[in-house]
Nanobody, 120 residues
Framework: QVQVVESGGGLVQPGGSLRLSCAAS????????MSWHRQAPGKERELVAT????????NYADSVKGRFTISRDNAKNMVYLQMDNLKPEDTAVYYCNPRQTTSYGVYDYWGQGPQVTVSS
C-alpha cells in the first residue's frame, strides 16, 4: 500500500523559515523522482522543486530559487523542502509527489498536503 505523508506546515511570519518533510512507503523510493508542488486558493497547482532519484540533480521554480532547498534521504525514504525567507505569496497547500516513468507508464502518487501560511 502506497503512503505519502507530509508534515511540517504551519503559520510563519514573512522572512521566516519552515521545513516540510515527506515520508513515503509502499514503493521503491530510490527509483522515483520526487517533487514538491503547491496550490494557493483560486490558483492552479504549480511545481515548486524537483530532485532526481539519486539526489544529484535539483530544479526549482523561478519564484523560489535561492530561497527553497529540496533534499532527500533514500535510506529513510524521506524528502524535504527547506523554505527560507518566506513571503506571503508562498502561502499554499504543499504536496509531495513521487513519480516514476517507465516503459509501462507513469507511476504518480500524492500526499494530502500541509498548509503553509505566511502572514504577519
Amino acid at each position: 500500500q502506497v503512503q505519502v505523508v507530509e508534515s511540517g506546515g504551519g503559520l510563519v511570519q514573512p522572512g521566516g523559515s519552515l521545513r516540510l518533510s515527506c515520508a513515503a512507503s509502499g514503493f521503491t523510493f530510490s527509483r522515483y523522482v520526487m517533487s514538491w508542488h503547491r496550490q494557493a486558493p483560486g490558483k492552479e497547482r504549480e511545481l515548486v522543486a524537483t530532485i532526481s532519484s539519486a539526489g544529484g540533480t535539483t530544479n526549482y521554480a523561478d519564484s523560489v530559487k535561492g530561497r527553497f532547498t529540496i533534499s532527500r534521504d533514500n535510506a529513510k525514504n524521506m524528502v524535504y523542502l527547506q523554505m527560507d525567507n518566506l513571503k506571503p505569496e508562498d502561502t499554499a497547500v504543499y504536496y509531495c509527489n513521487p513519480r516514476q516513468t517507465t516503459s509501462y507508464g507513469v507511476y504518480d502518487y500524492w500526499g494530502q498536503g500541509p498548509q503553509v501560511t505566511v502572514s504577519s
